[in-house]
């Protein structure tokens, strides 16, 4: 079965997403507070949805903390409209933003898939060399500079899309579709975002990038 850990000061709206997950078979976890969340962060759930308006610390930081030790998906709920807020987020670690207040439907849909992104595991593939890294899709791991380079279940179903298709192009509404899925086929954001935080943790110089190449009015590909 598959665990929630739900992060949020409301206790109304924690009480009612505790319900509708649990109706929709998963088991779940509460939190009213940063420290409650990384206590419970530290049992490992499969999927953290959490508030970034919490009493005792910004959610950003709750995201960056969970991130150092982990690679869980995180959705973040939050009323918080700017689009700074939802880039300081996603720069973060998190995988998705969800803006307050939203539908069921959209919310389960999210649930779904953030786990769906975390649950691939390829499997019995050589490790994929580029001139700066080496990905190992099979094992989730990449090796630069002789360290382990950590990325979120998202900006790894995003590498993946882009190093299967074998130094093609790749549209924009193909990768929104492989990794995020076909209800995302306007997010072109998503892209921008999650292409620049790969390329800041793999490029030697993320301003001009030699593997994670953008090709204007086309799409993206990856060069090794």
């Known amino acids: 079965m598959t665990t929630v850990l739900l992060v949020d000061d409301d206790p109304q709206l924690l009480r009612a997403l505790r319900i509708t997950l649990t109706a ?58 700017d689009s700074a807020d939802k880039v300081r987020a996603l720069d973060a670690g998190a995988d998705d933003y969800v803006t307050k207040p939203f539908g069921t439907d959209e919310f389960l849909a999210r649930v779904r898939a953030a786990v769906r992104r975390s649950a691939r595991r390829p499997s019995g593939e050589p490790p994929v060399s580029a001139a700066s890294f080496t990905a190992d899709l099979a094992a989730k791991k990449i090796h ?74 086309r799409g993206y590909r990856f060069r090794p």
């Open 24 to 81: 929709h078979g998963y088991d779940v976890r509460t939190a009213a507070d940063a420290a409650g969340a990384l206590r419970e962060c530290a049992l490992r759930p499969d999927l953290v949805v959490l508030d970034l308006g919490l009493p005792d610390a910004d959610g950003v930081d709750v995201i960056a903390e969970v991130r150092r030790a982990g690679t869980v998906p995180i959705v973040v709920l939050s009323a918080r409209l």
């Open 144 to 217: 630069r500079d002789g360290g382990e380079v950590h990325l979120t279940p998202t900006e790894w179903g995003l590498l993946e899309a882009l190093v299967r298709a074998g130094g093609e192009v790749v549209s924009a509404h193909d990768l929104l579709v492989a990794v995020w899925g076909p209800a995302y086929t306007d997010a072109t954001h998503y892209l921008r975002v999650y292409l620049a935080q790969l390329r800041r943790k793999l490029e030697p110089d993320p301003a001009r990038p030699r593997h994670l190449l953008t090709e204007p009015g």
